[in-house]
């Protein structure tokens, strides 16, 4: 299979839906890495999966007025995660848990720590941002601007790995950034999600992702991030999906269509 993927959108939209975090997907030739049992992986995959936001996504799409672009990537984050700096900027590094993690969401080993993480930077890491810095590139020149929503969910419970836990977890979390998030934006995207409850800034999880070639520097690339608490949709840690689902979707399409 692919390690990603880009859906078409509608021609003209600027809204690229980023799903980083979806899968469960672990190559074979990535496994043996791994030193944690079948059994141990499924529990951290049940964990530090963003489980059912492909779907989201994908029902937000096809909800929205104007069809967005999705980006999602097919494998798990403990491959490599494409969200993180891979390098000295990435602070969940102290953690294990930069680009390769070493570590699981309650701290135990992942993979030994002298782990080189070259091999999969090279072989998945430097694809997915070439990649995601072209579909940027390209609604830019479709567009004249581009808009990132980066999907999330969250556990409505701390884990062991967060390093801003003590904050609020509220039903949605929007991520910003102080150059790529504009005003309006956060303000449709708390207009949005209203009908799914409380929606807070930047706790416990914050910022938003931009691919490196425009981060910092064009101003045309609007981002948010998305984190949705899992209980609000879905049976934790790794369980199906409820009802609140649906009501998700409608908040998402709505946020497209602002956009």
């Known amino acids: 299979m692919s390690a990603f993927e880009l859906l078409p959108g509608d021609p003209a939209s600027p809204v690229l839906l980023h799903v980083p975090h979806a899968a469960r997907e672990i190559p074979e030739n990535v496994r043996p890495a791994i030193v944690l049992d079948d059994r141990a992986l499924a529990a951290e995959l049940d964990h530090i999966t963003d ?13 929205a007025t ?13 491959v490599v995660d494409p969200e993180r700096f891979p390098d000295e900027r990435e602070e969940m590094a102290a953690v294990g848990m930069g680009a390769v993690y070493t570590r699981t969401t309650h701290l135990g080993e992942l993979r030994p720590p002298d782990t080189d993480p070259e091999p999969l930077l090279e072989r998945y890491f430097r694809p997915y941002a070439r990649a995601m810095t072209e579909a940027v590139a390209d609604r ?8 990132i929503i980066d999907v999330h969910s969250y556990p409505s419970a701390p884990l062991p790995y967060e390093l801003h836990a003590a904050g609020p977890r509220p039903p949605v ?3 910003t950034d102080p150059f790529h998030t504009p005003p309006w934006l956060t303000a449709a995207a708390r207009e949005a999600f209203a009908p799914c409850g409380a929606t807070g800034l930047d706790s416990p999880f914050a910022g938003t992702y931009v691919p490196l070639e425009f981060y910092g520097t064009d101003a045309r690339v609007g981002a948010l991030m998305v984190e949705i608490r899992r209980d609000t949709y879905m049976a934790e840690p790794g369980g199906p999906t409820g009802p609140g689902l649906d009501r998700l979707a409608d908040a998402l399409a709505g946020l497209v269509n602002a956009v």
Do not use: D, K
């Not at 489980?51 to 909800?63: G, V, Y």
């Not at 672009?69 to 984050?77: E, I, K």
């Not at 830019?140 to 808009?147: E, H, K, N, P, T």
């Open 140 to 147: 830019l020149a479709a567009a004249g601007r581009a808009v």
């Open 51 to 63: 489980a059912h936001t492909a779907e989201l996504a994908a029902l937000a799409a096809e909800l």
């Open 66 to 78: 104007t069809t967005p672009w999705r980006f999602v990537n097919r494998l798990s984050r403990l």
């Open 173 to 175: 979390c929007l991520g």
